[in-house]
């Protein structure tokens, strides 16, 4: 079964709303990870988390908020979404020291 | 910052053919990932390796962490192979993934 889950899976949003998308991961993993992807490039990091509690901004944090309540959860809050945020969201999984990262099926975010 | 290129940013290869995709690194790199996003936009793991190389199947993936390089051979390409490739380095800074711009790769018959 999936090891790392997200959700929604799309997300129709308006202009200046709040937006919430969740991760739930089952790896057991410390780290947890949000990206983003717009179409025709690579993923970019928005945040990312150490452990329960933790939240660090990575290379693209303006806008966006995390939550880490707990090993199993991470989300990721737009407090006033704008129409440049419409991306595909991906969550991730990773173990502590090591590199390998395990990603969630996406959230396909429209904010109009 | 940290970046990675990745060529070429398109392929289309006949069944049955061979090719490889790189990723040169512009700075140290402690292990590469490499993904595949199909038609659905999920991301599959294909491969991490912190060195060497690791073989799947018809894949093949090698890394060279002196050389800042890694690349991935593909071998006798079907159809179920097209979609986009990703490497992603790690870079020394908490384990985070600075991704390439993707490999678009097209199998046809």
């Known amino acids: 079964e999936a090891a790392v889950t997200q959700s929604p899976r799309n997300k129709v949003a308006v202009t200046g709303g709040k937006v919430t998308l969740s991760c739930n991961q089952t790896?057991?993993?410390?780290?947890m990870y949000w990206y983003r992807q717009d179409t025709g490039h690579g993923l970019r990091l928005i945040h990312y988390?150490?452990?329960?509690?933790?939240?660090e901004k990575g290379d693209i944090p303006d806008g966006y908020k995390a939550s880490r309540p707990s090993q199993e959860n991470f989300s990721l809050i737009l407090e006033l979404a704008t129409p440049s945020q419409t991306s595909v969201y991906f969550c991730?999984?990773?173990?502590?020291?090591?590199?390998?990262?395990?990603f969630g099926p996406g959230t396909r975010l429209t904010v109009l | 910052g940290d970046q990675v290129e990745q060529s070429p940013s398109a392929l289309s290869l006949h069944e049955g053919t061979s090719s490889a995709l790189r990723c040169n690194f512009t700075t140290t790199t402690r292990s590469v990932q490499w993904f595949r996003q199909n038609s659905r936009g999920s991301l599959i793991n294909l491969f991490y390796?912190?060195?060497g190389t690791k073989e799947n199947g018809r894949l093949k993936s090698a890394f060279d962490s002196k050389e800042l390089y890694s690349t991935l051979h593909i071998r006798d390409a079907q159809l179920e192979d097209s979609g986009t490739y990703f490497c992603a380095a790690a870079s020394s800074s908490f384990s985070k993934l600075v991704f390439g711009q993707g490999t678009s790769l097209s199998v046809v018959p």
């Open positions: 790896n057991n993993h410390n780290n």
């Open positions: 988390s150490y452990g329960a509690g933790s939240t």
């Open positions: 991730a999984s990773g173990d502590v020291g090591g590199t390998e990262q395990f």
């Open positions: 390796l912190a060195s």
